[in-house]
Each structure stands twice: as structure tokens, then as C-alpha cells.
């Protein structure tokens, strides 16, 4: 029973990235999924969050308009299509089930992150 995300790596500052968040074990289509990130020398960040049932989506006001979060339950994964990338974007991205996307929502059950680095 893990998550893992996939696809980070380095880009340019503007550049996309489009991070993968699949699980084996379990079902995400259950769970409200959040992305959080952990920059160096920086605390943890919620960036998205995906609901579990009726699909609301919630961003950082770092993120938003140019993060987006996504859902395709046939494929038991949810996506982070980023956009317009910065530098401050750098961090390692995990995704992790939530019992709802509230700020006070805890992050419950994450696995491996993946490494985004945004070059100037």
C-alpha cells in the first residue's frame, strides 16, 4: 500500500512540468489528495488539493492560476499539470491522501516524493 509521485526534474523558469501521483494497494478515488512541497530551508507547503467526491480543487495562493489538479480514476492517479514554473517552485513534491481538502486537514498516508528544480 504506497503512493508514488513521478515526473519531476529540472526545467527552465517558465517552463511545465506535469507531476503523477499513482497508488498500489488502494483506491485514490476514496480519499481527497493533496500535493505538498518541501523547499530547502523551507517548511512543508500545501500546494493542491483534489476532493474526494465531487472533484473541488484547492490551491496555495503561490500556485494558483498556474498549478492544476486533477483527477483519472481509471488510471488510479491524480496529476499536477504546473505551469508557467519560477524558481521558488523548487522542492520536492509529494502527494498524499487527506481527510478532506480543509486547511486543517491532516496529510495521512504519503510515499516518495519527486525532485522539481526550476532554473533561472
Known amino acids: 500500500v504506497q503512493l508514488q509521485a513521478s515526473g519531476g526534474g529540472l526545467v527552465q523558469a517558465g517552463g511545465s512540468l506535469r507531476l503523477s501521483c499513482a497508488a498500489s494497494g488502494f483506491t485514490l478515488e476514496y480519499y481527497a489528495i493533496g500535493w505538498f512541497r518541501q523547499g530547502p530551508g523551507k517548511e512543508r507547503e500545501g500546494v493542491a488539493c483534489?476532493?474526494?467526491?465531487?472533484?473541488?480543487?484547492v490551491y496555495a495562493d503561490s500556485v494558483k492560476g498556474r498549478f492544476t489538479i486533477s483527477r483519472e480514476n481509471a488510471k488510479n492517479t491524480v496529476y499536477l499539470q504546473m505551469n508557467s514554473l519560477k524558481p521558488e517552485d523548487t522542492a520536492v513534491y509529494y502527494c498524499?491522501?487527506?481527510?478532506?481538502?480543509?486547511?486543517?486537514?491532516?496529510?495521512?498516508?504519503w510515499g516518495q516524493g519527486t525532485l522539481v528544480t526550476v532554473s533561472s
Open positions: 483534489i476532493s474526494r467526491s465531487d472533484g473541488i480543487t
Open positions: 498524499s491522501t487527506k481527510a478532506d481538502c480543509s486547511r486543517t486537514s491532516d496529510y495521512l498516508r
